[in-house]
């Protein structure tokens, strides 16, 4: 199994999580390639998840911009509202393969949490979610959600209270509790085999898209636009075209309150440099001391320093381009394709949306413009609303 | 030969155990975790790891962590850490370990657009002139370690390698090849921190690993009173305390702190020919 892409992964963890993962880098070499567990794991896409997702043409945003045609890759119609899914299901049945009962995962705005406490209930798993008190406190409906899914949720209340204190806790925790005990990570991020993992369980959306794409327009796409936090939606859609130079694939991250302030999350557009955190070596939101740097942004989903090793990876070889919107632009975008298409996105996939606004006046007619629409925005419209009051008074 | 083997083999042929007391660097203040030092040599310590703060402790639990959290907003650095090695340095010859998560390492002397390794070579050189006689570092397992090793081994610092109750044979056998100086045997699945613990896997494991290595073997993680010390000595050479310590002097309860240490290191001398 290669750990590395190029100079970027590997398994930078304590000695006592080396056996979980010499044991789960073991159980998926066996399972990648198994044509039984696949075909369960495509069972419970199709008849759990809802897939595959529509690509929907959006008519009234390609009539906005008056350029190329906009398609919707409709991830948000999901079960759970997001892709988020996808990988929990994988790697739930993973856990269940290797015969552990209980699974752990980590949760910023609950998205993950409430996938991993529902993918628990589902496999009848022991489940405890670890949140960062802060986040808590921002997310009580997600918090309720899992609970009522029948997991457990634990307070971090270790560093800043966010995303990567619950990040090091459930890798914690998972040390304290290897024999027994799965860790679902949520993104394309942590030690080798995790990013190839979730890359694998979330690769769909892309495989999907090129399918769709053929019968839709009858080719590629010539854009594929992605929201990047940690980075599994735009993994999992860009994957499938990462040797295809003719599809320009655009990663999109938060840019926070803007270029003046350092508040944001622009971990591969902006100040970081690679490091290591949870594990692998990537770019990293860090002090000149290599101190990791609380990253920031209006979308809980995105709020996170460090990327998936495979990002950074893409970024350096050039095969995908990261650009960043900031709070603002991502909030008019999720208000405008609310009005033109009466589909209120995830504000992290509204980053990804609001990016049309910079480059969609550089495309034609003839061109074909694909945006991953990784979430539902419902969990959102509670944060909207206060910002949009708060702007009114 | 290091400070560190010296003092070792001295150690052994007294038939005494080796006592590391870890101490943050920077905790609660940056004086008073210099102060701390020296006086824990003076209550019994032979080694001293100085705890290297980071943002993300991987491997450490609450004690460590908080004490991190308090060490950083001292406005603690490598830079004034080698500063607090050389003032150790002027006036007592304990061997001296850095115990520090990669990614500050990584970062030293960053200037934009080094290779990985250029910033935690530079560190390894700066540390070695600054009177340190190796580094631990706790996210960094022997898969990784290859460069390290290498950088290491060039300017004689030692890296130490980690063995616990969980590793396999074939892992221990490449582990004790490449050890050097010490060898961190972790008691316990987990992190930092006093817990109870049942020493007896650990030592288990210690007289396996003797097979491949003649390198000096320091137990580690949950040991906080005199009791458990001597339980985790059994088969090892050292033992290390770390966040009992660190727990009473970020409290600022000084005086309990080096108790804490005169109180372990006359358990072992006690039961081990001191």
New interface residues.
């Given amino acids: 199994m290669n750990k590395r892409f190029g100079n970027y992964g590997g398994q930078y963890v304590p000695e006592t999580v080396m056996p979980a993962l010499l044991e789960l880098e073991a159980a998926y070499s066996q399972y990648k390639d198994d044509a039984k567990f696949l075909a369960e794991f495509e069972s419970y896409l199709r008849e759990y998840a809802g897939r595959p997702t529509l690509l929907y043409f959006a008519e009234n945003l390609t009539a906005h911009y008056g350029r190329a045609k906009i398609y919707l890759k409709r991830e948000d119609l999901l079960h759970t509202g997001a892709h988020k899914i996808n990988n929990a299901l994988g790697q739930a049945l993973l856990a269940k393969k290797m015969g552990k009962k209980k699974v752990i995962a980590e949760t910023g705005a609950g998205q993950h949490g409430v996938a991993t406490a529902t993918v628990a209930a589902l496999f009848g798993l022991d489940c405890k979610i670890f949140m960062g008190v802060e986040d808590i406190e921002r997310q009580k409906l997600n918090v309720f959600r899992m609970n009522l899914l029948g997991a457990e949720v634990i307070p971090v209340s270790s560093g800043t209270g966010t995303l990567k204190d619950a990040t090091s806790e459930a890798i914690r925790h998972w040390s304290t509790n290897i024999t027994d005990t799965y860790y679902i990570i949520g993104s394309v991020v942590g030690p080798a085999p995790y990013p190839e993992i979730v890359r694998d369980f979330q690769k769909c959306i892309g495989i999907e898209l090129r399918a769709q794409a053929e019968k839709t327009f009858g080719g590629l796409p010539n854009y594929i636009v992605a929201c990047v936090g940690g980075g599994s939606n735009s993994m999992g859609i860009f994957y499938e075209f990462r040797a295809d130079s003719g599809v320009k694939k655009i990663g999109v991250e938060a840019g926070g309150r803007g270029e003046a302030t350092g508040d944001n999350a622009k971990t591969l557009s902006g100040a970081g440099r690679p490091g290591i955190l949870h594990g692998a070596y990537s770019y990293l939101l860090q002090t000149p001391q290599g101190q990791v740097v609380e990253a920031y942004s209006i979308s809980a989903g995105l709020d996170y320093p460090g990327v998936g090793p495979e990002h950074s990876y893409f970024k350096d070889t050039g095969a995908v381009e990261y650009v960043s919107v900031t709070d603002a632009e991502a909030l008019d975008a999720f208000k405008l394709l609310a009005k033109t298409e009466g589909i209120i996105p995830a504000l992290e996939s509204s980053h990804a949306l609001a990016y049309l606004d910079k480059f969609m006046a550089n495309t034609s007619a003839e061109e074909n413009v694909v945006v991953c629409l990784s979430g539902r925005g419902d969990k959102d419209v509670q944060t909207v609303a206060k910002i949009l009051g708060e702007a009114v008074n | 030969m290091t400070r560190l083997e010296k003092k070792l083999a001295a150690l052994k042929s007294a038939g005494r155990k080796g006592f590391f007391v870890y101490i943050t660097a920077g905790t609660p203040t940056i004086d008073e975790s210099f102060h701390a030092m020296i006086e824990a040599e003076k209550a019994g310590a032979d080694v001293i790891e100085i705890g290297i703060p980071?943002?993300?402790?991987?491997?450490d639990?609450?004690v460590i962590?908080?004490s991190s959290?308090t060490a950083?907003r001292n406005g603690i650095?490598?830079e004034k850490i080698l500063e607090l090695s050389r003032k150790i340095r002027a006036q007592s010859e304990i061997p001296l370990i850095g115990m520090g998560?990669?990614?500050?390492?990584?970062?030293?002397g960053?200037a934009?657009g080094s290779a990985?390794y250029d910033?935690f070579e530079k560190f390894i050189v700066d540390a070695k002139a600054a009177g340190i006689d190796g580094v631990i570092i706790?996210?960094?397992?022997?898969?990784?370690s290859q460069q390290m090793r290498e950088i290491c081994k060039r300017h004689e610092v030692h890296l130490t390698e980690?063995?616990?109750p969980?590793?396999?044979p074939e892992?221990m056998k490449s582990t004790c090849a490449s050890a050097s100086g010490f060898i961190y045997c972790?008691s316990n699945?987990?992190?930092t921190g006093v817990k109870k613990i049942d020493y007896s896997r650990i030592n288990a494991k210690i007289l396996e690993a003797r097979k491949f290595t003649d390198v000096p073997m320091a137990v580690g993680f949950g040991i906080g009173s005199g009791e458990t010390a001597v339980q985790a000595a059994q088969n090892s050479d050292a033992v290390i305390v770390g966040s009992a310590v660190v727990k009473l002097l970020h409290e600022w309860q000084f005086n309990d702190a080096m108790n804490l240490i005169r109180e372990i290191r006359t358990a072992l001398d006690k039961n081990f020919g001191g």
């Fill in positions: 980071f943002s993300d402790p991987l491997a639990g609450p962590q908080d959290v950083l650095t490598l998560y990669i990614n500050n390492f990584m970062s030293y960053y934009g990985p910033g706790p996210d960094v397992p022997h898969e990784e980690f063995i616990t969980e590793t396999t892992r972790v699945t987990g992190v």
